[in-house]
């Protein structure tokens, strides 16, 4: 019933709305040093994840 719900119009308006605020919630973290820094190298196949000092 649950999936139903979102399968509606305002039901998925609610949904990315709810996204929207969690994508800006980790936005802010990122600017504020709360999530480590990541940088992918995709023709070299590594990825490089930076965490900040404590």
Request: one cysteine or more; a positive charge.
């Amino acid at each position: 019933m649950g999936f139903a719900v979102f399968m509606t119009l305002p039901g998925l308006v609610i949904l990315l709305t709810l996204a929207a605020f969690a994508d800006q919630l980790l936005l802010r973290a990122g600017h504020f040093g709360l999530l480590p820094c990541t940088t992918i190298d995709l023709e070299g196949g590594s990825a490089v994840v930076r965490r900040p000092r404590s």
